[in-house]
């Protein structure tokens, strides 16, 4: 058993206007009943703190069961972020610049050493460190922040603001793409994943 999450990355979404997107959704959210204005403890990233499911949720999902895990918010993330899916590893990192696809794990999904070398520390230098987190392709031998990878099912997004909802059913592409409507036609992906 674990706690499942589903999260939309903006990808294009900058250190400057995260902040402001972020509340406009959330505005959005709130005014169409899908989650409640007031926060309260009900996720588990962040500070615990989040907005439960509004009175119209079934907006945002397939499923129109009722989520009844304690653990059933949603939570704005913003800030330099590598979102992860949790449990799990990637299975494989596209190249930007080439589109090679680099296997990371091998047939019996163990991560490959040293398929893994030219990412090592780059996710903690783009986050944490403020950097670019350069990454040299294998393939092509050409430089690019690691931001700009994309990851076999989503596993990765490097972004400045995302949206958790946890533990709700399966968000629907109409719902997704609203969201990626209301940011400006931005870019976003959706990862799913469990802790
Ligand atoms: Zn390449």
Not at 16 to 45: F, M, P, S, Y
Not at 102 to 123: C, K, N, Q
Request: net charge negative.
């Amino acid at each position: 058993m674990g706690d499942y999450f589903q999260t939309i990355v903006d990808l294009d979404a900058t250190e400057r206007d995260a902040q402001e997107l972020g509340a406009r959704v959330l505005d959005w959210l709130i005014a169409d009943g899908i989650v409640a204005a007031e926060r309260t403890d009900c996720v588990l990233g962040g500070d615990g703190y989040g907005h439960a499911p509004g009175p119209h949720f079934t907006k945002a999902v397939d499923d129109p069961d009722p989520v009844d895990l304690w653990t059933n918010g949603f939570h704005v993330q913003t800030g330099r972020t590598v979102f992860d899916s949790g449990q799990g590893d990637a299975g494989a990192a596209t190249c930007p610049l080439c589109r090679t696809e680099i296997r990371l794990v091998d047939e019996v999904w163990e991560p490959i050493e040293s398929a893994w070398g030219p990412f090592e520390g780059r996710f903690q230098d783009w986050a944490e460190d403020g950097g670019e987190g350069i990454v040299h392709c294998p393939s092509c031998a050409r430089p690019s922040g690691i931001d700009r990878w994309s990851w076999e099912d989503d596993y990765y997004a490097c972004g400045h603001l995302g949206f958790t909802f946890w533990g709700w059913a399966e968000l629907t592409s109409d719902f997704t793409r609203e969201i990626g409507r209301r940011l400006g036609g931005h870019r976003t992906v959706l990862l799913a994943g469990k802790l």
